[in-house]
């Protein structure tokens, strides 16, 4: 296993647009986590799965985020609607149940334009 | 409030010498305790984690971290930098019952003169 793989890595759209960026998690990794970094930032957590069961989303920047894990494996991130604010890296990070370090991945550069 | 300081933003040393970054963490109880590093457009990579036991960790790359308890510290410390130690440092907690969630700090990034 190579680790968590994220995609895109860059991603470059016009404000209003719909975005969806796709998290492959450690195969056998039960916890899935979605956060935000923007610039001169630490990352800000936004939601985690517990195989497919969302468990907190309360975090989710507003309602035009939303995230899936539809079968307990990978995961999808979508933002409908666009604007500049949502310009930053998101990145996907996963753990074998609870108790344990999670690993990220490189992460999905956002740029909105 | 939960919370995660690190106070130093920016950070120079040169190559050999030694490094120390601070983390002060606010926490109800005491969290668990992890230091990740970041190479400029990168995710994170792990360099160290503290559950329990020796408060005193070692990590990869030659790093190691000491846990103090009352002071909710976990500064991170390497003796000897290596040029290729220039990244961005973040201190991170999680709950000890579960690390669902991490918070992390606003990082410090650390610059190496050769």
């Known amino acids: 296993d190579t680790g968590v793989s994220q995609d895109p890595r860059h991603k470059i759209t016009k404000r209003g647009q719909n975005v969806t960026f796709r998290c492959d998690p450690i195969s056998e990794h039960n916890r899935l986590y979605w956060y935000r970094q923007t610039l001169g930032q630490g990352p800000e957590f936004l939601t985690y799965?517990?195989?497919?069961?969302?468990?907190?989303k309360s975090r989710l920047l507003s309602d035009r985020f939303s995230a899936e894990r539809p079968k307990g494996s990978f995961s999808t991130l979508e933002i409908q609607r666009t604007e500049q604010g949502d310009s930053a890296m998101y990145l996907c990070a996963s753990s074998l149940g609870g108790g344990a370090e999670a690993f990220f991945g490189q992460g999905t550069r956002l740029t909105v334009v | 409030a939960q919370s995660v300081t690190q106070p130093d933003i920016h950070i120079t040393v040169s190559e050999g010498a030694s490094l120390e970054l601070r983390c002060n963490y606010s926490y109800g109880a005491t969290p668990y305790l992890f230091w990740y590093v970041q190479s400029p457009g990168q995710g994170l990579q792990l360099l160290l984690k503290y559950f329990s036991g020796d408060t005193l960790v070692q990590g990869i790359k030659g790093f190691e971290a000491e846990f103090k308890r009352s002071q909710s510290s976990f500064n991170l410390r390497k003796p000897s930098v290596h040029w290729s130690d220039a990244a961005e440092y973040f201190c991170?907690?999680?709950?000890?019952?579960?690390?669902?969630?991490?918070?992390f700090g606003t990082g410090t990034r650390l610059k190496v003169l050769a």
């Open positions: 991170a907690v999680g709950h000890p019952s579960g690390t669902y969630k991490y918070i």
């Open positions: 799965f517990q195989n497919e069961a969302q468990l907190e």
